[in-house]
């Protein structure tokens, strides 16, 4: 996870530049998933990679560095921006569950009312 995130950070950087050079005031919105799983399973083509905490870091190992850089260098540029914690293993049964359902559900309709607030503000004459 850490060995992509400056490509992560760099594009969607970017992507709120390109944005903004086309005029207008966009309210631009980021949401960014970030998987806290104890294990993971990556894969090249057909040839799995699961992590093993040492030369392949568990994504839990790695989560926290991901949030803070990605607050520090792409959250700023947003109008809005939500990290949407999660687990996922990517092997079958391919479970999944969000870190805090309940914090998730409420972050994401806080975030949308503000963006329906900012909309107004911005669009309405």
């Known amino acids: 996870m850490i060995k992509q995130i400056d490509r992560v950070i760099g594009d969607l950087v970017r992507q ?12 631009c ?16 083509g057909e040839r799995p990679f699961p992590t093993d905490g040492r030369k ?5 190992q790695e989560a926290a560095d991901a949030v803070n850089r990605l607050r520090e260098k792409a959250q700023p540029k947003f109008d809005e921006f939500m990290f949407l914690r999660f687990r996922a293993k990517n092997v079958e049964p391919f479970p999944f569950e969000w870190v805090d359902e309940a914090k998730t559900i409420m972050e994401y309709s806080a975030m949308l009312t503000r963006i329906s607030i900012e909309y107004d503000r911005r669009f309405s004459r």
């Not at 709120?16 to 309210?27: A, L, N, S």
């Not at 919105?29 to 090249?44: A, H, K, P, Q, R």
């Not at 392949?56 to 839990?60: A, F, R, V």
């Open 16 to 27: 709120v530049d390109e944005f903004k050079r086309g005029g207008g005031t966009p309210i």
């Open 29 to 44: 919105v980021g949401l960014v998933g970030v998987n806290f799983s104890d294990i993971y399973t990556s894969y090249e």
């Open 56 to 60: 392949y870091k568990h994504p839990i």
